[in-house]
């Protein structure tokens, strides 16, 4: 047990755990906090570091202690006004906060994790906010296939990388059967295709620049699914052969040109559709535990903000934490 743990979010990995254990998670813009030494930005500038936290006031802390430019980095972004910890005590005004009910992916989205965001709007309205229920103009499908041809080609580096400092040549044995999946799809990929699916995050950002000309913040939940049980996205005995013989084939160009890596991928974000948007455009997201399940799972929401603004993000963490706390739910052990 630990006051705070660190994580990486590269497509929802600080916000989704968050959201599954009833705890408070802050992925920061891109470039609030340091890469270094190894990396200027990991995943295209898509990953960045934070912690999950019980309180919002340890996550606003913790970034105050390690955000700030680093000698060397591809990018910096302005600094805060004041301390973050100072943001969440401070009252966010009335915000205006659009929210959605519906998948991205254009998929099943549970009615408890349909209900918590109305729960959630329900709240930011007594509070005081204008909400309204209202999507960005942006193409999730098109967005989840970009993210998932980036994570492809990073996979398929990290092995090369693997080879460099090994000094010796990599297998299918080296690495999980998925990993190697993973790396096969990015070998069949051009640098042409790549740089195509980068500068699709532009377009990306740009959509949510415009919809934040009318909107602070975007509501979503943070998953599509209750916490699943342990073992239950465990690969199955059959996907699990399937798997041994792409990798023994070496068939990832069969697999991409046939349209079964695109299937397959969409289907694997079913359930987190949600996360992925916030780290291709760089902006700053929050999961807040705000829902419990009548079996007392909880759901986090969503919040994205503007780039650059987790003062807003926090001020408004703070004001939710304070009217519904959340800090001594805790399952039973």
């Known amino acids: 047990m630990v006051p705070m743990a660190s994580g990486g979010d590269g497509g929802g990995s600080i916000r989704i755990p968050s959201s599954h ?21 990991i995943w295209q500038g898509a990953a960045v570091e934070h912690v999950i936290t019980r309180s919002v006031r340890d996550s606003a802390a913790m970034l ?15 600094g805060p006004e004041r301390p973050f910890l100072e943001e969440v005590g401070l009252d966010p005004g009335k915000l205006r906060i659009a929210f959605t009910k519906r998948s991205p992916l254009k998929a099943e989205v549970h009615p408890e994790c ?9 709240l930011l309205a007594d509070l005081g ?42 297998t299918a044995a080296d690495v999980e059967g ?7 799809l990015g070998d069949v990929m051009s640098a042409g295709e790549f740089v195509l699916v980068i500068r699709q995050w532009n377009t990306f950002a740009r959509q949510m620049a415009q919809f934040h000309e009318r909107h602070d913040l975007y509501l979503t939940p943070t998953v599509a699914s209750p916490p699943v049980k342990i073992g239950e996205l465990k690969p199955k005995p059959a996907e699990e ?26 289907e694997s974000l079913a359930k987190t559709p949600y996360t992925q948007l916030a780290n291709l455009t760089g902006q700053p997201a929050m999961s807040v535990p705000l829902y419990w399940t009548r ?5 986090g929401v969503q919040f994205i903000g503007r780039f650059g603004d987790e003062a807003t993000l926090f001020r408004l963490a703070g004001q939710l934490e304070k009217a519904r706390p959340w800090f001594d739910r805790r399952p039973k052990i």
């Open 21 to 41: 254990c009833g705890l408070f998670g802050m992925k920061p813009s891109r470039g609030r906090n340091p890469t270094g030494p190894e990396y200027g930005e």
């Open 64 to 78: 105050d202690a390690v955000s700030g430019p680093e000698p060397g980095a591809p990018y910096t972004i302005p």
């Open 114 to 122: 349909v209900r918590a965001v109305e729960d959630a709007a329900r």
């Open 129 to 170: 906010h204008a909400v309204e229920e209202a999507e960005p103009a942006v193409d999730g499908i098109a967005l989840a296939k970009s993210y998932f041809s980036m994570y492809f080609g990073e996979i398929a580096a990290d092995i090369r990388d693997m080879r460099r400092i090994l000094g010796r040549r990599i």
């Open 178 to 184: 998925p990993t190697w999946v993973l790396k096969l």
């Open 241 to 266: 052969k399937a798997m041994r013989i792409v990798n023994s084939l070496n068939l990832g160009r069969v697999l991409r040109l046939s349209g079964i890596a695109d299937k397959l991928a969409l």
């Open 295 to 299: 079996e007392n799972l909880p759901i």
